[in-house]
């Protein structure tokens, strides 16, 4: 019989799986957006930066920038939830193969308010994930999980994982 983990050691093994998968898109360094994780959930940090900003008159934030930090959160959520098995079972390890990434078929925005000079947050749901399609939806905050500055739908076409 295998013997469990530390409890420890699989709070890192996940946090090295998570760096791995984010280190392995030049974008989400450029942005500087980061992952905290809880358990299997996953919440992206957008810091705040200057050059993030699109109308410096309100200054609020660029909706690109917006649209992009969404979309991150949307794919790298799906990609979490696609290889969480895997990885469990050590079928996934650092070493392995960078992992292949859902593409994007479209993805919907609604900006609900301006974007704020500060930090933002976001979390993705995925609502349905087959072998070859997915749906997620994505929540953008910054001060209050309530008030949403910008929510977000896309559908993703999902990677081959037999070759």
């Known amino acids: 019989m295998k ?3 530390p ?5 890192q093994r996940r946090d090295a799986m998570l ?3 984010v280190a392995g898109v030049p974008y989400i360094q450029f942005l500087g957006i980061s992952f905290e994780r809880h358990g299997d959930e996953l919440t992206a940090v957008l810091p705040y930066n200057d050059r ?10 660029h909706g690109g920038v917006t649209a ?5 959160t949307a794919i790298i959520e799906l990609t979490w939830n696609m290889t969480w098995e895997d990885m469990e079972a050590g079928k996934i390890t650092e ?3 960078r992992i292949l990434l859902p593409k994007t078929i479209d993805f919907s925005i609604d900006y609900l308010r301006s974007g704020l000079p500060r930090d933002a947050y976001a979390r993705a ?4 994930s087959g072998r070859r399609y997915a749906s997620v939806h994505v929540e953008g905050w910054q001060d209050n999980r309530s008030r949403m500055f910008a ?4 559908h993703f076409l999902m990677p081959d994982r037999n070759g």
């Open 19 to 21: 760096q791995n998968l």
């Open 7 to 11: 409890v420890q050691v699989v709070k």
């Open 151 to 154: 929510q977000a739908t896309g």
């Open 95 to 97: 070493d392995s193969p």
């Open 52 to 61: 993030n900003i699109g109308n410096p008159m309100i200054p609020a934030l």
């Open 125 to 128: 749901r995925v609502n349905r």
């Open 68 to 72: 992009a930090f969404l979309e991150v």
């Open 3 to 5: 013997r469990p983990e």
